[in-house]
């Protein structure tokens, strides 16, 4: 770009100078910031481990209570169809929760972050497909952003990534599928504390049987409220309640599947031998490719562990996958068979009489505690994803609690647990059944993934630049299996399926909304921008005087004047002696180096002292409380002005063949000039800082069509006007904050 210096006392010269950005020296640095999964050694790998057994594994862990009763909900015609049926599902649980996800997909993390927004911003960081143009040159020089340019030889990449920055189309369709993808996992974390807790407290009805189904749903209900009101602790603390509990769980269930193995029919480990599924298809036809509907609330909640991820890290997901939690729950699923071999009438409630008489009780009381447990899994994930929707511009403005000091990733947002859970006691009460329910589920499970495996895809090709023949294995192989199970769970539509497509049309037209008017306004400013170089003229025209202070005018834009400024001089001819045209930016990347966070230019004369300055933050960061942010803005403003005043000093030196060393004067006379500077820049913070902020009243143009006025005029309206405000997300304090209204005509 094209800065205009005005030079500093002991400088005879103005010069144009060629730079790329202001902030030259701080972007250059490199940050020391690491994943909290990703160091510390053994002890903390293992404190992790045993943490995500209680954050992630919950669902899959309680899937065993509605699995096969979900598969044979006609009952059990042929005693070989329960060994079609165990192999379906040990091989189910081999290819998807382990081979997929824990040993491929974990490792298209983010920087630490997992989730469809995580595979979307990796994708992003790697070509341009987001909406809103604010990239820029500076951002690939963040530390934690990690791209590396397609190299030539690599076509593939190269092709790839020309065609997603190229058509509008494949940006608009990446957008949709991953806001999808995260309405799923919405949908997901509502439909999960329902099965679960329903399932698990259906089990009383063994030992009471006059306990009406009416009476199990309100016995449900407060268990759900219980749940959703612990969430406020935060992961650290629910996970550390819920560790023990569900690790005593895991080997309660595997010693029960191995009990019932030992006891009624040691020969269910032919199912194995995947011929079982074969033979099971021949057998039952259209029936079998119907049933697969229930073999896959097996993986239930899998896609926790990935979206859960920037609680933990890949290795102590692994560890405790591989070692707690696929041998006990495989155990499980092989002793149930082994039972329903020999009492094949039991199968409507197979987990809890297949437990032997004198452990019923413990178990289910465990089985309780767990199915409150494997809501939590969802929940986490959830939270987490939503965190990066809404700092990508994606979801409207709600408030997001950082629960952990130590982990950065563990969030909860109170407005949207509310409404989960209000959800969840709903369909409870509506559906009072697990088999409607599980209806629901399965579509939520399989949606969300394939979505991560058309995400993951992209990846490969476009990222990790993996060979052709192992990308095309792993797509073939899992949509494959995937789009079987979708198109069995499909057929039980009517019967609850409805419900996540019901709930992810209501979220999607949130998000597709939102972020259509964030876009929409992006775009309406950036055509409305006054350049920076006009900024004199407009001042003068205005007769605009300074006044004592530090004004901050926060405005999306990246680049120029926000047309808020020009309405601001004219309504108030006033400005702060020192003034910002201020942007919070959020990268594609979990975490920003606070080192790198600010990006400064100057905005006309330096004796205007008008900055433009972009403070950037990965969607994983938390925003400074007001008078933290105000210190680290006054330092680094501060070093900005010391920065340009020895960049402009070296350049005319370089250009007269006069080194600052052999004029003593340059050099006095630039210390004296920067210490006033400085001395002025915190003079002027103790008087006190302004908060700007453009009241932007977004309206639909007179020739719109009456859905975009609907769109624009009323539902933006009402989520805008209804939700968390601007100066709330950035803690703003209410009595240094002035609005200035606008109206923009979209």
Same mark, same amino acid.
């Given at each position: 770009?094209?800065?205009?210096?005005?030079?500093?006392?002991?400088?005879? *010269?103005?010069?144009?100078?060629?730079?790329?950005?202001?902030?030259?020296?701080?972007?250059?640095?490199?940050?020391?910031?690491?994943?909290?999964?990703?160091?510390?050694?053994?002890?903390?790998?293992?404190?992790?481990?045993?943490?995500?057994?209680? @954050?992630?594994?919950?669902?899959?862990?309680?899937?065993?209570?509605?699995?096969?009763?979900?598969?044979?909900?006609?009952?059990?015609?042929?005693?070989?169809?329960?060994?079609?049926?165990?192999?379906?599902?040990?091989?189910?649980?081999?290819?998807?929760?382990?081979?997929?996800?824990?040993?491929?997909?974990?490792?298209?993390?983010?920087?630490?972050?997992?989730?469809?927004?995580?595979?979307?911003?990796?994708?992003?960081?790697?070509?341009?497909?987001?909406?809103?143009?604010?990239?820029?040159?500076?951002?690939?020089?963040?530390?934690?952003?990690?791209?590396?340019?397609?190299?030539?030889?690599?076509?593939?990449?190269?092709?790839?990534?020309?065609?997603?920055?190229?058509?509008?189309?494949?940006?608009?369709?990446?957008?949709?599928?991953?806001?999808?993808?995260?309405?799923?996992?919405?949908?997901?974390?509502?439909?999960?504390?329902?099965?679960?807790?329903?399932?698990?407290?259906?089990?009383?009805?063994?030992?009471?049987?006059?306990?009406?189904?009416?009476?199990?749903?309100? @016995?449900?209900?407060?268990?759900?409220?219980?749940?959703?009101?612990?969430?406020?602790?935060?992961?650290?603390?629910?996970?550390?309640?819920?560790?023990?509990?569900? *690790?005593?769980?895991?080997?309660? +269930?595997?010693?029960?599947?191995?009990?019932?193995?030992?006891?009624?029919?040691?020969?269910?480990?032919?199912?194995?031998?995947?011929?079982?599924?074969?033979?099971?298809?021949?057998?039952?036809?259209?029936?079998?490719?119907?049933?697969?509907?229930?073999?896959?609330?097996?993986?239930?909640?899998?896609?926790?562990?990935?979206?859960?991820?920037?609680?933990?890290?890949?290795?102590?997901?692994? +560890?405790?996958?591989?070692?707690?939690?696929?041998?006990?729950?495989?155990?499980?699923?092989?002793?149930?068979?082994?039972?329903?071999?020999?009492?094949?009438?039991?199968?409507?409630? *197979?987990?809890?009489?297949?437990?032997?008489?004198?452990?019923?009780?413990?178990?289910?009381?465990?089985?309780?505690?767990?199915?409150?447990?494997?809501?939590?899994?969802?929940? /986490?994930?959830?939270?987490?994803?939503?965190?990066?929707?809404?700092?990508?511009?994606?979801?409207?403005?709600?408030?997001?609690?950082?629960?952990?000091?130590?982990?950065?990733?563990?969030?909860? +947002?109170?407005?949207?647990?509310?409404?989960?859970?209000?959800?969840?006691?709903?369909? *409870? @009460?509506?559906?009072?059944?697990?088999?409607?329910?599980?209806?629901?589920?399965?579509?939520?499970?399989?949606?969300?993934? /394939?979505?991560?495996?058309?995400?993951?895809?992209?990846?490969?090709?476009?990222?990790?630049?993996?060979?052709?023949?192992?990308?095309?294995?792993?797509?073939?192989?899992? =949509?494959?299996?995937?789009?079987?199970?979708?198109?069995?769970?499909?057929?039980?539509?009517?019967?609850?399926?409805?419900?996540?497509?019901?709930?992810?049309?209501?979220?999607?037209?949130?998000?597709?909304?939102?972020?259509?008017?964030?876009?929409?306004?992006?775009?309406?400013?950036?055509?409305?921008?006054?350049?920076?170089?006009?900024?004199?003229?407009?001042?003068?025209?205005?007769?605009?005087?300074?006044?004592?202070?530090?004004?901050?005018?926060? /405005?999306?834009?990246?680049?120029?004047?926000?047309?808020?400024?020009?309405?601001?001089?004219?309504?108030?001819?006033?400005?702060?002696?020192?003034?910002?045209?201020?942007?919070?930016?959020?990268?594609?990347?979990?975490?920003?180096?606070?080192?790198?966070?600010?990006?400064?230019?100057?905005?006309?004369?330096?004796?205007?002292?008008?900055?433009?300055?972009?403070?950037?933050?990965?969607?994983?960061?938390?925003?400074?409380?007001?008078?933290?942010?105000?210190?680290?803005?006054?330092?680094?403003?501060?070093?900005?002005?010391?920065?340009?005043?020895?960049?402009?000093?070296?350049?005319?030196?370089?250009?007269?063949?006069? =080194?600052?060393?052999?004029?003593?004067?340059?050099?006095?006379?630039?210390?004296?000039?920067?210490?006033?500077?400085?001395?002025?820049?915190?003079?002027?913070?103790?008087?006190?800082?302004?908060?700007?902020?453009?009241?932007?009243?977004?309206?639909?143009?007179?020739?719109? =069509?009456?859905?975009?006025?609907?769109?624009?005029?009323?539902?933006?309206?009402?989520?805008?006007?209804?939700?968390?405000?601007?100066?709330?997300?950035?803690?703003?304090?209410?009595?240094?904050?002035?609005?200035?209204?606008?109206?923009?005509?979209?």
């Amino acid at each position: 770009m094209s800065l205009e210096v005005e030079n500093p006392p002991g400088i005879e *010269t103005t010069k144009q100078l060629k730079r790329q950005d202001s902030l030259y020296g701080d972007a250059e640095k490199v940050s020391s910031f690491k994943h909290h999964g990703s160091e510390g050694g053994w002890s903390r790998l293992l404190h992790l481990a045993f943490q995500s057994i209680g @954050i992630i594994y919950g669902d899959v862990g309680t899937s065993p209570l509605y699995a096969i009763s979900s598969t044979f909900p006609d009952g059990i015609k042929n005693h070989d169809d329960l060994l079609g049926v165990l192999s379906l599902i040990l091989y189910t649980l081999i290819l998807i929760p382990m081979v997929k996800y824990v040993f491929i997909v974990l490792y298209a993390d983010d920087n630490g972050d997992g989730g469809t927004f995580a595979l979307y911003s990796l994708i992003s960081r790697h070509a341009k497909v987001r909406l809103i143009p604010n990239q820029q040159a500076e951002d690939a020089m963040v530390s934690n952003y990690g791209i590396e340019a397609p190299n030539s030889q690599l076509r593939r990449a190269q092709w790839l990534k020309q065609k997603l920055e190229s058509s509008k189309a494949a940006k608009i369709g990446l957008f949709t599928i991953t806001i999808l993808g995260t309405s799923m996992v919405m949908g997901d974390g509502t439909l999960t504390p329902a099965i679960s807790v329903l399932s698990a407290v259906s089990g009383i009805r063994e030992k009471v049987p006059s306990l009406t189904e009416t009476q199990v749903v309100w @016995i449900s209900v407060p268990i759900l409220f219980a749940l959703f009101s612990v969430q406020r602790y935060g992961t650290d603390k629910v996970g550390y309640s819920f560790a023990p509990i569900i *690790t005593v769980w895991f080997f309660l +269930i595997a010693a029960i599947g191995m009990y019932n193995l030992v006891v009624h029919e040691i020969g269910v480990l032919r199912a194995f031998n995947p011929m079982y599924i074969v033979d099971y298809f021949r057998r039952n036809g259209k029936e079998g490719w119907v049933s697969l509907g229930g073999v896959i609330l097996c993986v239930t909640g899998t896609e926790g562990m990935y979206a859960d991820l920037s609680h933990f890290s890949i290795k102590a997901i692994q +560890i405790s996958f591989s070692t707690v939690l696929l041998p006990s729950v495989a155990l499980c699923y092989i002793g149930q068979t082994a039972y329903l071999r020999k009492f094949p009438e039991s199968v409507a409630d *197979t987990f809890f009489r297949s437990i032997p008489e004198i452990m019923f009780w413990p178990t289910f009381i465990i089985a309780i505690l767990s199915a409150i447990i494997a809501s939590q899994a969802m929940l /986490s994930g959830a939270f987490a994803i939503l965190s990066k929707a809404l700092s990508l511009g994606c979801f409207p403005s709600v408030q997001v609690v950082h629960t952990s000091k130590s982990y950065a990733g563990q969030v909860y +947002i109170p407005e949207v647990n509310f409404l989960m859970g209000l959800a969840s006691i709903i369909v *409870t @009460i509506t559906f009072r059944t697990t088999t409607e329910i599980g209806n629901a589920y399965g579509i939520c499970v399989v949606t969300v993934f /394939s979505i991560t495996t058309h995400l993951t895809t992209i990846v490969m090709l476009l990222v990790w630049r993996k060979r052709f023949i192992f990308i095309l294995l792993f797509y073939v192989v899992f =949509s494959s299996i995937e789009l079987i199970y979708l198109s069995s769970i499909l057929t039980k539509f009517i019967q609850g399926g409805y419900l996540p497509f019901c709930f992810s049309l209501v979220l999607m037209a949130l998000m597709i909304t939102w972020h259509y008017v964030h876009v929409m306004k992006y775009w309406y400013e950036l055509d409305h921008i006054v350049p920076a170089d006009e900024v004199t003229a407009l001042l003068e025209k205005h007769e605009v005087r300074r006044i004592p202070g530090v004004g901050l005018l926060y /405005s999306d834009l990246v680049q120029g004047i926000p047309p808020v400024f020009p309405r601001l001089v004219q309504r108030i001819p006033s400005v702060h002696s020192v003034f910002l045209f201020m942007s919070i930016k959020h990268l594609p990347i979990p975490h920003v180096a606070p080192v790198e966070r600010f990006l400064f230019r100057q905005v006309g004369p330096r004796e205007h002292r008008m900055f433009r300055c972009v403070a950037r933050y990965g969607y994983s960061d938390m925003l400074e409380e007001s008078v933290l942010f105000k210190g680290f803005l006054t330092e680094r403003l501060k070093m900005f002005i010391q920065e340009e005043a020895v960049f402009a000093t070296n350049s005319t030196a370089g250009d007269t063949q006069t =080194s600052p060393n052999e004029d003593g004067n340059i050099s006095s006379d630039l210390d004296l000039w920067v210490k006033k500077e400085k001395q002025m820049i915190d003079t002027e913070m103790e008087r006190g800082v302004v908060y700007l902020m453009g009241e932007a009243n977004v309206i639909a143009g007179p020739n719109s =069509s009456a859905a975009k006025k609907i769109v624009v005029d009323h539902v933006y309206t009402f989520l805008r006007k209804n939700l968390t405000e601007g100066e709330k997300v950035l803690s703003i304090p209410k009595d240094q904050l002035l609005k200035v209204g606008i109206t923009y005509e979209i």
